[in-house]
């Protein structure tokens, strides 16, 4: 459906995408990540045709789209802040797409009423729209962006307005709507749960290059560089020297998975692997603080000064997470270490 092949746009001396291979297939989803000023949002535009690319090419169903202009690219774009007309309902909303392809007032009323109660706001034509909550909003912008049956979704930001449990609903039923529509989406987010739980594909950038891309699977459990690893949260980083089925570490010998290759590298432990034992039988550390971060899997995130080298991060149950100023020792699981590629 779309494909980048070494696109590059600079904003003077600075790259804002620099030699971008990228496809999404039809009927995928893909969501690319990455911190403020990595290039996500210019990479939307430019597919868009909103930013002109000062070199490469965007092909959309194999077709380059060097000079059409946005509204003949058959793309949908949907904004953070949905941008949805005040003067009009929300009715007239979700209809100014099909009225400006001169879509009949009979098949302009039906498609709007099915678009409506597939995102949840049946027999909502008449409402004003500054009489929505952001929810209803975000619904709103997704039933016009989506009424022209664009071959492209774009969504920038989709939900970053909203409430965490808001999101949090919201994104799974955008994932539902859009198997069950078939639709190919792009979406541009910095929040991870959000990219996690809505893509087929997700995609890393940093500094306007593709860091990684991978299934949410693939990224979470084999992170390809230390930028992605800390990117992603984790900070169990440190530097090693890989033989056999062990590394030499700051934090002394740890237990590598099987394959490793030997050597001189940077290795991440997930907090999940750091496993808490009795003082005696492990690193010594001390329980420097602790956080509850919510959510349903009721653990607990430690964090841990050994004795010896830099400081640790643990994942443990609740009920057995141990007090701020208590003596635990430290044991590692191979499963949870990631040797990191430069």
Do not use: Y
């Amino acid at each position: 459906m779309l494909r980048l092949e070494g696109v590059t746009v600079r904003f003077g001396a600075r790259a804002a995408l620099d030699a971008v291979d990228l496809e999404v297939a039809d009927h995928e989803t893909v969501c690319v990540l990455g911190p403020s000023g990595s290039g996500k949002s210019t990479l939307l535009r430019v597919v868009a045709g909103l930013q002109p690319a000062d070199a490469g090419r965007v092909l959309l169903s194999g077709e380059d789209q060097g000079g059409v202009p946005v509204h003949r690219r058959g793309v949908g774009l949907m904004f953070q802040d949905h941008q949805l007309f005040p003067q009009r309902d929300v009715g007239g909303n979700v209809a100014f797409g099909l009225r400006m392809h001169g879509t009949g007032a009979r098949e302009t009323a039906e498609r709007v009423g099915k678009l409506l109660a597939l995102v949840g706001l049946p027999d909502a034509q008449r409402r004003a729209v500054s009489a929505l909550s952001g929810g209803e909003q975000q619904r709103v912008a997704l039933a016009r962006a989506l009424a022209p049956e664009p071959r492209l979704l774009m969504l920038d930001e989709p939900l970053g307005q909203l409430d965490r449990s808001l999101r949090e609903r919201l994104v799974v039923e955008l994932r539902s709507l859009f198997r069950r529509l078939g639709t190919t989406v792009l979406a541009v987010t910095h929040d991870q749960a959000e990219a996690f739980a809505l893509a087929d594909r997700v995609v890393v950038m940093k500094d306007g290059r593709i860091a990684q891309a991978g299934t949410p699977l693939e990224v979470w459990s084999r992170p390809a560089s230390e930028f992605v690893a800390r990117f992603l949260g984790f900070d169990n980083v440190v530097e090693a020297r890989v033989h056999g089925d062990t590394a030499d570490t700051p934090w002394g010998k740890l237990p590598v998975p099987e394959g490793t290759p030997a050597g001189d590298c940077r290795l991440l432990v997930r907090p999940n692997g750091v496993r808490l034992t009795a003082p005696a039988d492990g690193l010594p550390c001390t329980v420097r603080a602790r956080t509850f971060p919510g959510g349903s899997a009721a653990a607990v995130t430690v964090l841990l000064r050994p004795d010896d080298g830099p400081e640790l991060e643990a994942s443990c149950p609740l009920r057995s997470a141990p007090e701020t100023g208590e003596r635990v020792g430290v044991s590692f699981d191979a499963a949870e270490v990631v040797r990191l590629d430069a």
